[in-house]
């Protein structure tokens, strides 16, 4: 199987910061990622799919790049609506995986 | 506008299989390239990706839980249902069901339901 490491695992910052979280693979996944946000309690919204593709109604805020094994997403300026916990996902293969998450904390 | 509702019992004992339904509405299953995929979290932890299935009824399983898992379709109810076999505590997880998309962007999750808890305890 794919393996997916997140890092961090914690992070702490301000609002207004610029924030990159990164996930990198055990092998090749090409750009097949997505990256989701999940807030306690509820499900995970996505947020970027095909590593640098906006899902409709996010906010521009938001970006993913990457590809081969190493991927990141970037929030240019932390809002408060953004702390929350982000999941990468890779479906290079027909066995999805998903990331160990990445908490944003206030700091 | 596309949504979708696990149901399923609450706690089920140790060794039991595990039922869940996913109720859509806003699409169907018989659409070139939808899918309709279960997805795990444990309380406290990340998530964990269980099965698929495809408009064109094919299946795809987690390979460390595929010999516990069956996943399967009801088209014109609109329902996918997920079997879990022989049950463990360290089965309890909130259980989501999602939609994948027909479009290009491959196994992404665009829609999520609510997720329904499941404990297992004896």
């Known amino acids: 199987d794919i393996q997916m490491t997140q890092s961090p695992s914690t992070l702490s910052a301000s609002v207004g910061d610029r924030v990159t979280i990164t996930c990198r693979a055990s092998?090749?996944?090409?750009?097949?990622l997505a990256w989701y946000q999940q807030k306690p309690g509820k499900a995970p919204k996505l947020l970027i799919y095909k590593a640098s593709s906006l899902e409709s109604g996010v906010p521009s805020r938001f970006s993913g790049s990457g590809s081969g094994t190493e991927f990141t997403l970037t929030i240019s300026s932390l809002q408060p609506d953004d702390f929350a916990t982000y999941y990468c996902q890779q479906y290079n293969s027909y066995r999805l995986t998903f990331g160990g998450g990445t908490k944003v904390e206030i700091k | 506008q596309i949504t979708l509702k696990e149901s399923g019992p609450t706690l089920v004992k140790p060794t039991q299989t595990l039922t869940l339904t996913c109720t859509f509405s806003?699409?169907?299953?018989?659409?070139?390239?939808?899918?309709v995929g279960w997805i795990r979290q444990p309380p406290g932890k990340a998530l964990e990706w269980l099965a698929l299935i495809y408009w064109d009824d094919d299946k795809r399983y987690s390979p460390s839980l595929k010999s516990r898992l069956t996943i399967t379709k009801d088209t014109s109810k609109n329902q996918v249902v997920l079997t879990m076999t022989n049950m463990d505590p360290v089965d309890t997880a909130t259980y989501y069901c999602?939609?994948?998309?027909?479009?290009?962007?491959?196994?992404?999750?665009?829609?999520w339901g609510q997720g329904t808890m499941v404990t297992v305890s004896s």
């Open positions: 092998q090749s996944i090409s750009s097949w």
């Open positions: 999602a939609h994948r998309p027909a479009i290009a962007a491959g196994d992404a999750f665009d829609i």
């Open positions: 806003g699409f169907s299953l018989s659409t070139s390239g939808v899918g």
